[in-house]
């Protein structure tokens, strides 16, 4: 999530391709970080919601890279969108 907000920071469209459901990773499911101890959703929260509001990222969730082809500057990249059963434009997370 950080090197997509420094890039779309930068003025860079961004694809955030994550396999699971949800951005956050296994770091979202942890109660402390190591060494510190502080609270993982402390520590991740800004982030998630920042990458969830900025113009220039768009979160592919549930996908996966398939494919990448070409030279640095003039990438193509197939991206495999797993099916879901919800409407990705109604749902409200639960909040109706």
Do not use: W
Request: proline share 4%; glycine share 10%.
């Amino acid at each position: 999530m950080q090197a997509s907000l420094d890039l779309a920071n930068a003025g860079y469209k961004v694809y955030l391709v994550e396999r699971g459901p949800a951005i956050g990773g296994v770091m979202a499911q942890l109660d402390k970080t190591f060494p510190t101890n502080d609270c993982a959703m402390c520590t991740l929260a800004p982030r998630m919601v920042e990458c969830g509001n900025h113009l220039n990222i768009e979160k592919l969730t549930y996908s996966e890279v398939e494919d990448i082809t070409g030279e640095p500057g003039a990438f193509t990249v197939r991206v495999r969108k797993k099916d879901r059963s919800v409407d990705e434009s109604k749902c409200t997370g639960c909040g109706t």
